[in-house]
């Protein structure tokens, strides 16, 4: 597992609480410093997640909320803690019936954070990546191990091995998937991703490197770790293009100023 460590960029959005908003079902402890979780590390000051997380009718952003990086236990200190000052939603964001369109958005942080041995950026995927059932995927996250089971103890990451999900299968479970979308799961109970608002990223391995392939979106709504529906995903390669118009634009208006 030492390879993992390449993925080191451990965070958090969590309310002022201390309130996870996502679950693993069927995982088990990952090692310390191997996951990144409610959200992924582009850049020094730029985090990648769902904007079902970051959306202002459901939370109050930023005011009770902030990001906790380098976080392996959640009853343990992080590296780093910030606070947001910009968060960027898809213009086309919306909730419709029950799927999440264009469930993507970037926060950007208060202060720059150094990368470390437990704090590196996320890879993306390039336009001649493919992932199918045959990729070796994975998904991490701290919150309920089943439906309404709270994770227990010190609270520490739970990592899960989760193979990609044809579309044309996924489709018949939830009929509004897009495009736009991926699905990643075990077709069998106990082996899954909560279905909640969450921005945990799913990666893959893809010519020697880990890259995020999707950020978990939305599931069934009678629960998690149900037998034959797997987690439905934002596909990240199809939103290279906001991601990167974001993040350029930012920097030029900084530059301005």
């Keep these: 597992m030492g390879f993992w460590v390449l993925l080191s960029v451990i965070l958090l959005v969590q309310d002022a609480a201390g309130e996870a908003r996502s679950s693993i079902a069927g995982g088990k402890d990952a090692q310390k410093g191997s996951w990144p979780c409610g959200g992924s590390l582009l850049t020094e000051e730029w985090v990648l997640t769902a904007a079902h997380c970051v959306d202002p009718n459901d939370n109050p952003i930023p005011d009770r909320s902030f990001i906790r990086l380098g976080t392996h236990s959640l009853n343990e200190p992080s ?20 799927a ?14 150094s990368f470390s041995s437990l704090v590196k950026p996320m890879s ?26 709270e994770l227990s103890g010190n609270r520490t990451l739970q990592e899960l091995k989760l193979p990609i999900v044809k579309q044309s299968t996924c489709k018949k479970k939830f009929p509004e998937l897009t495009d736009n979308m991926l699905c990643a799961g075990s077709m069998k109970k106990g082996k899954d991703s909560y279905q909640g608002d969450s921005g945990w990223p799913l990666v893959c391995r893809s010519s020697g490197e880990i890259v995020q392939v999707g950020i978990m979106s939305f599931g069934n709504t009678n629960g998690c770790d149900l037998k034959g529906f797997p987690g439905v995903y934002t596909s990240v390669k199809c939103y290279m293009d906001f991601i990167s118009e974001t993040i350029t634009s930012d920097r030029q208006a900084s530059a301005e100023a």
């Design 124 to 149: 993306l995927p390039k336009p001649s990546d493919t992932f199918d059932s045959r990729s070796k995927c994975f998904v991490a996250g701290w919150g309920d191990v089943g439906t309404n089971v």
């Design 100 to 113: 999440l369109l264009h469930d993507i958005a970037l926060v950007k942080m208060s202060k720059k954070v």
């Design 79 to 98: 590296v780093f803690y910030r606070s947001i000052s910009r968060i960027v939603s898809h213009p086309q964001y919306q909730k419709q019936c029950l």
